[in-house]
């Protein structure tokens, strides 16, 4: 699909579409369906599948009203958005652990998971106070699985930058989690 044509799509209303619409459209949803079914360590265990995630994002981006400048501006805030997604169910499975006083539950992977989500967000938030940029291209890359030429595009800087900032954010990441 073209680009004009996808922001275009993207940010129109979305109603009476043409048969070659929907079928972009589709092409879109099955995109961001992949984007979930990659994070599915993050979804397995955290009480949402991969269809309830892609329908949240999705309802994210049309709830607000967003207007997108192109594909990888769309896919960046689809990042940010099953990010939010994630934490929320995250922050849903710990309410469990105050509620309940059950050890078995308390064992089970659906709150550990939760546990290191809400550690990596902690994290992140930190990161964010360091560097906005490293938060974003982690962001983007490990909730997006968005390329790293695309990233480099939105950032309009090199590829090779973002690699390199790519692994700074994990390294800072992987340093601050293990303390």
Known sequence: MHINNFTQLLNSNQKNLSPEQ?????DIYQKLKSIAKSQKFKIKTNGLNTTALVNEAWLKTKGNNKLFNDRNHFFAYCSIA???ILINQSRKNKLITYIE???????????????YLLDLERQLKKLKLFSPRLEQIFTYR?????????????????ERTIIRDWKKARTMLSIAMKR
């Open 82 to 84: 099953m990010r939010h």
């Open 101 to 115: 006083d059950n050890q078995d539950i308390l064992q089970q992977d659906i709150y550990q998971q939760s546990d």
């Open 22 to 26: 929907e079928s972009d459209m589709n």
């Open 142 to 158: 490990f909730y997006g699985e968005m390329e790293f030429n695309d990233i480099a595009e939105l950032f309009q800087i090199s």
